[in-house]
């Protein structure tokens, strides 16, 4: 195996984490001295320890693995665990999706043990290249148990270093340093399972022990397109998402046995197919992420992203809620530290008014990934159905702050004050939307209601600006004129839609045009549509 090179000079807090790790073992030989010159320490180190094998009901004596570190570790009643982003000393930068991969993949598998709560990527990795303790990274996660690691890549030679760290008193419990190929990091990644598992005694089932020790080792570039397609995923742009489906496909031909690059396949189609790609492209899209989902529940039934994707597809495209609820909970039994499954599913019980339900589910996601913006995003749209404006607001402020840009929010926000009657706050919102190109349709329909009812001068122009649109346009001004009085006008345009084959509208739903809906007519359409 050649040598692996370290951190490069300029890169101070990688050295700082790099130091870190060698104080590992440093304050372990301390702790060594310290057992033997003090008498009374030696005494009440024997204590601990046999207070932690009978409650552990193993045997004492034996030694450690050979690299390993391991003190006694605390008992909780449910733990929760975050993995830190793995830091990448490779001398060339393009190898980070290595260590990026590493994170994701363990995560992933982390949170398949039954027994704990993994904190998710997403918010895992606010905290890369932090400065701050892991006694405050504790606190702010709410965990017990933090994962530090670096990745050093050397052409087809990685080593991989790992701590586990009790959050509350900075003590390293375990950690070790592994020496491997890119052939063997998905077995790697499982045996890091086992052992933090067993590090913070929670036991694994034993379906998913079955499961790590099964993995085949793949070939090296299988594995390297499918971190790269991850990595580009991740990055939520339209660029990332076209390299992603082209990673991905890359990695399904050489190895269409490999469920996880279906997986993300799924995820990438399921997230190119926005709006604005046009109608017939959105279906092509959903078909393509449905085939891939099912593909990789084939392969691999137990896969909880795998259900996810394809009640994605089930709800939001096909509109087949009962077939999306099984995925939707087939999904979190498997895991239920999955955030996204929890997401989806409470926004699918809110449009189907299971408010009580709805809000335990985005709840819990938001909980999982208390960072990601569009998980308050989902908790504001559930809040709104419920019709609790104000912790609407509350939610969507929340998630404007992490991504100042997010379109469904600000649209979201737009009504939430418009219903609660705050005209301050709609006409506000409105403002702070606009930007030197035109509004978006849905953000320009939310913000001429608002005008509307709150005598706003802007109103007069808002049809003209919706009818010179193209795609939408006849969606966005039934909701127009449903929300300002002219149901003659609003019917007659959703009736257009229905004859050309379209669904009702996901504006159903929205508690903003309620009088839409209290309409028979509408029910009408809506029950032909089902058909």
């Known amino acids: 195996m050649p040598d692996l ?50 409650s552990s009901g193993a045997p004492p004596g034996g030694d450690p693995p050979a690299a390993e570190t391991s003190t006694a570790v605390r008992t909780h009643g449910q733990s929760a665990i975050a993995v830190l982003p793995f830091d990448n000393f490779s001398r060339l930068p393009e190898d980070a999706y290595v260590a990026h991969g590493m994170t994701e993949v363990l995560i992933s598998d982390l949170a398949q043990v039954k027994g704990w709560r993994v904190i998710s990527r997403t918010s895992s990795a606010t905290y ?76 694994i089932v034993p379906a998913h022990e079955v499961r790590l020790a099964r993995r085949s080792a793949f070939d090296p570039q299988v594995y390297d397109l499918y971190l790269r397609g991850r990595y580009q995923w991740n990055q939520r742009t339209p660029d990332g998402i076209s390299a992603a489906v082209r990673l991905f496909s890359e990695a399904i031909g050489l190895e269409p046995q490999f469920a996880l690059a279906h997986v993300g396949l799924a995820d990438a189609y399921s997230l190119g197919g926005a709006p604005s790609s046009g109608p017939a ?10 085939r891939s989902a099912e593909r990789a529940l084939e392969l691999a039934g137990h896969l909880a992203e795998a259900h996810a994707a394809l009640a994605a597809v089930q709800f939001f495209g096909e509109r087949d809620l009962t077939a999306a609820e099984q995925s939707f909970r087939r999904a979190i039994d498997l895991n239920p530290t ?5 997401e989806w599913y409470a926004v699918m019980l809110a449009e189907q008014g299971r408010a009580v339900e709805a809000l335990t589910h985005i709840e819990t996601a938001v909980a999982l990934d208390p960072d990601e913006a569009t998980m308050h995003q989902a908790r504001g749209l559930v809040h709104y159905y419920a019709r609790r404006y104000g912790e609407s607001v509350a939610a969507l402020d929340r998630s404007l702050q992490l991504r100042p840009q997010l379109p469904l929010a600000r649209v979201l926000l737009v009504k939430a004050h418009t ?9 506000d919102a409105c403002d702070a939307a606009r930007g030197p190109v035109p509004m978006p349709l849905d953000l320009m329909v939310a913000c001429g209601i608002a005008w509307y009812r709150f005598g706003d001068a802007r109103a007069g122009d808002v049809e003209r600006q919706i009818g010179a649109t193209i795609a939408g346009r006849d969606g966005a001004l039934a909701q127009w004129y449903g929300a300002t009085g ?29 009088p839409l809906r209290a309409d028979p007519r509408y029910a009408a359409i809506a029950a032909n549509s089902s058909r």
């Open 486 to 514: 002219d149901l003659t006008q609003a019917f007659a345009l959703l009736n257009r839609l229905h004859a050309a084959g379209n669904r009702p509208p996901l504006f159903a739903f929205d508690p903003l045009f309620e």
């Open 5 to 54: 090179p370290g951190p490069t000079s300029d890169q101070s807090v990688k050295d700082k984490k790099k130091d870190k790790i060698r104080s590992v073992w440093i304050s372990f030989v301390g702790r060594i001295v310290a057992q033997v010159i003090g008498a009374l320490a030696s005494v009440v180190l024997g204590i601990l320890i046999l207070q932690r094998y009978q």
């Open 419 to 427: 219903l609660a009657g705050d005209r301050g706050g709609a006409l």
């Open 128 to 203: 890369r290249d932090t400065s701050k303790s892991i006694p405050q990274i504790g606190q702010e996660l709410n965990v017990d148990w933090i994962v530090e690691g670096s990745v050093t890549k050397a052409g087809d030679a990685v080593r991989v270093v790992v701590q586990l760290i009790d959050a509350r008193s900075d003590e390293h419990v375990w950690s070790r340093s592994y020496d491997r190929t890119t052939r063997d990091l998905l077995g790697l990644q499982g045996d890091l399972a086992r052992e933090i598992a067993k590090a913070v005694k929670v036991a």
């Open 281 to 290: 492209d959105v279906r092509g899209r959903l078909a393509l992420a449905r």
């Open 338 to 342: 999955y955030a996204i499954a929890h």
